[in-house]
């Protein structure tokens, strides 16, 4: 049986409430954190519901039942997207700040552990649904807290100035995070470069077996420290090596010895469920 991870939802997320109310009252168990049961949403995902707003929830890790931290249980947070451009779309994205800035939570220039097989089979999960809910899928670039010491990801609604998030967009959202399945023949890197939305890794991610875990912008480049980068390095579990959106992203000093470059079709072709359509496992270096 896979692994269990645990969503946490927050009273004061429009989408997180959303998709808590869909999900109703599962089972209690036996763990409590600050009072509230962590409930057996299904056989792999445990739910926990929180007070307030996911990223003033610093160190959540910390307070969890010892039962899940020595198991490092990746936590994962259903959220609503906000964008200066009011984008609708669903998205993932790991955690953490890779500049000198920490503005939605976290600390500057730390990033949290990563889970790139999670995120990257919601990704293909939510990718999959976007003729039921009008919206694309697409990945996020590394970019705000909480702070945490367990592997996390945030899965969202961007529902731009509607009221609400679709219904749509909430049932699918629901039922992807309620049983995530990852391809076990999927190949981890970091990404580097491109922009915000990282289309490039989207893309590769949805046709090919890669998986991602930190996504490092073209704008967080400009401010990447050396210590910044080693750690996106090692918060990538099972990284095989780094993946540039462009061939001028991997001349920055602060990425040299990180990890071998790889090329994009290191990762076999694959079908959006998942069987694969060809094979390429080289080393490229290119």
Known sequence: MESTYLL???????VARAVGERWGTPPATDDHVDGSPVRQLSDV??????????????????RLPSRLT???????????????????????HP?????????????????VPTDPARM??????????????????TFEATHHGPELGLPAFFAEIGF???????????????DALAEIRVEPRDRVALAVGGGHYAPHFTELALRRRWSFGHILSRHALATLDAATAASAWAETPAA???????????RLPVLEGLGPRRADGDAERRTAGGAPTGASRRASGT
Request: hydrophobic residues 35%; proline residues 9%.
């Open 8 to 14: 946490v939802t927050y009273d004061d997320d429009p």
């Open 45 to 62: 995902a445990l739910l926990l519901r929180r007070p307030g707003i996911h990223i003033h929830d610093e160190r959540l890790d910390a």
């Open 70 to 92: 020595r198991r490092r249980i990746s936590l994962v947070f259903p959220s609503i997207h906000r964008s200066e451009q009011n984008v609708e779309c669903l998205t993932v």
């Open 95 to 111: 955690l953490g700040n890779p500049g000198p800035r920490a503005e939605v939570g976290g600390r500057p220039r730390t990033l």
């Open 120 to 137: 990257t089979a919601t990704l293909r999960s939510l990718s999959e649904s976007s003729g039921r809910t009008g919206l694309p899928a």
């Open 160 to 174: 731009g100035t509607r009221p609400a998030p679709p219904e749509e967009a909430v049932r699918v959202l629901a």
């Open 240 to 250: 095989e090596g780094i993946l540039y959106a462009r061939a001028d992203d991997a």
